[in-house]
C-alpha cells in the first residue's frame, strides 16, 4: 500500500507492508548516497542492527543511539546527535535516517530540519504509535521542564517506510500505547474504523492504514496547524497535561486516552457532545487496557498553561459534537475548572 502526500514543495510516499524496510536501499541508491547514517535507541538497535547491516551492506554505515525513551528528546541530546553526526561527517546533501518510535523520529526530525538548515531525512517507525501518528506530517520537536514538543519544527521527511514485521517484536505495553490514536483517529474521522474496532473485525494493515488517512485528510487541508490538523489533538490536550504531571512515566497513548475521556466529559458538561459518546469510548479503551488510570482532572488544568494551542489565556481545546465532528471551542481555565465541581457520568 502507498499513501502519497501532496504536501506543497515537499510531496512524499508512506510505503505500508511486510518486509517494506528493504526499499530503504532502493530510496539511497536513487539519491545517489553511498552514506547510511542513522539515528536510533538502544532498544531498536540491539534488535535489528545485524538486518540493517545486512540490507546496506554496500554503504558506509554510521549510527547514533541514544537512550530509549522520552528523556531523550531533550536540548542536550538534541545537541549529542547533532555534534555526533557532523563528526561522523554528514552533509547537507546526505539523509538521515530515523529508525525508532516517536522519540526517534520527532529527535530525528527536529535535528534535520535545523542542521546545516535543514537536511532530508527518512522515517522508519518501529512502533504502532509512530506508524500512525509521529511519522506522518512533518511536525518534529523536543521536550522542555515546561512541557511537550515546545520547541520544534515542520519538517516534511523524504519518504515514510512503514514495515509490519516491526510489531513482531513490539512489547504489549507499546502496542496498547498505539491503539489508543487509531481509537482516536476513529473517533474524529472514520465511523467505519470505529465500528470495526467495536466488532474487532480488523486487519493490522487496514486498520493502520485507516489511521492514516485521517490524518492525511487533515494535514492536506492544513500542514501546518492554524486550523482543522488541530482535530489530530482531540485527547492531547490533557493528555499532554497528564504526561508531564507524571514526568513521562505514563506513556503518550495512556495519557491520550485519559485525555479523550476528559475531552468528552466537558463536552457533555457544555451541552456540546453526545451523552452516548462517554459510554462508547469507556467501551473500546477498556478492551485494550485504556483509559483506567482517571486522573482528577483538576490537577491536571494547571499544567494546560503550557499547550501549544493556549492563546492568550484562552485554550483552544478540540471537542467532539458526534463520531466525525470534531470541534474547536474556546475555553478558559476557569471554564475548565467549573466543568469538574461535580462529577459527569
Not at 90 to 97: A, F, P, T, Y
Not at 311 to 325: A, H, I, R
Not at 327 to 333: E, P, Y
Amino acid at each position: 500500500m502507498i499513501i502519497h502526500m501532496p504536501i506543497e514543495q515537499h510531496p512524499y510516499d508512506i510505503q505500508i507492508g511486510f518486509d517494506t524496510l528493504s526499499l530503504l536501499k532502493d530510496v539511497l541508491i536513487k539519491h545517489q548516497q553511498k552514506k547510511a547514517f542513522i539515528l536510533t535507541d538502544e532498544t531498536v538497535h540491539e534488535l535489528y542492527k545485524d538486518k540493517v547491516d545486512k540490507l546496506l551492506d554496500e554503504f558506509d554505515i554510521h549510527y547514533v543511539v541514544v537512550k530509549a525513551g522520552e528523556t531523550s528528546k531533550s536540548i542536550e541530546i538534541f545537541e549529542l546527535v547533532s555534534n555526533t553526526l557532523i563528526e561522523q561527517g554528514i552533509k547537507r546533501d546526505n539523509i538521515l535516517i530515523t529508525l525508532g518510535g516517536g522519540v526517534i523520529g520527532d529527535l530525528g526530525g527536529f535535528v534535520a530540519s535545523t542542521l546545516y538548515r535543514g537536511i532530508a531525512y527518512i522515517q522508519i517507525p518501529t512502533t504502532l504509535l509512530a506508524m500512525v501518528d509521529s511519522s506522518i506530517g512533518g511536525k518534529t520537536g523536543i521536550n522542555t521542564a515546561l512541557g511537550k514538543n515546545l520547541i520544534g519544527a515542520f519538517h516534511h521527511p523524504l519518504a515514510v517506510i512503514i514495515d509490519l514485521n516491526f510489531l513482531n517484536t513490539l512489547p504489549n505495553h507499546e502496542y496498547k500505547n498505539g491503539m489508543a490514536e487509531i481509537i482516536k483517529a476513529g473517533f474524529i474521522g472514520d465511523q467505519a474504523l470505529l465500528e470495526k474496532l467495536e466488532a474487532q473485525d480488523i486487519q493490522t494493515e487496514d486498520m493502520i492504514t485507516r489511521a492514516i488517512l485521517v490524518k492525511k485528510t487533515v494535514v492536506i487541508k492544513d500542514p501546518y496547524d492554524h486550523h482543522e490538523r488541530m482535530f489530530l489533538n482531540f485527547g492531547h490536550t490533557f493528555g499532554h497535561a497528564f504526561e508531564n504531571k507524571t514526568n513521562y512515566t505514563v506513556s503518550h497513548g495512556f495519557a491520550v486516552a485519559e485525555g479523550m475521556i476528559i475531552a468528552i466529559r466537558i463536552g457533555i458538561k457544555l451541552g456540546l457532545t453526545e451523552r452516548t459518546l462517554l459510554k462508547r469510548i469507556h467501551n473500546l479503551l477498556e478492551r485494550y487496557d485504556l483509559g483506567l488510570l482517571k486522573p482528577n482532572p483538576n490537577h491536571l488544568i494547571e499544567q494546560t498553561d503550557q499547550d501549544k494551542k493556549n492563546l492568550k489565556g484562552t485554550l483552544n481545546m478540540v471537542l467532539l459534537e458526534g463520531v466525525g465532528q470534531p470541534k474547536i471551542v474556546a475555553i478558559t481555565k476557569e471554564d475548565l475548572y467549573g466543568c469538574f465541581n461535580r462529577k459527569t457520568t
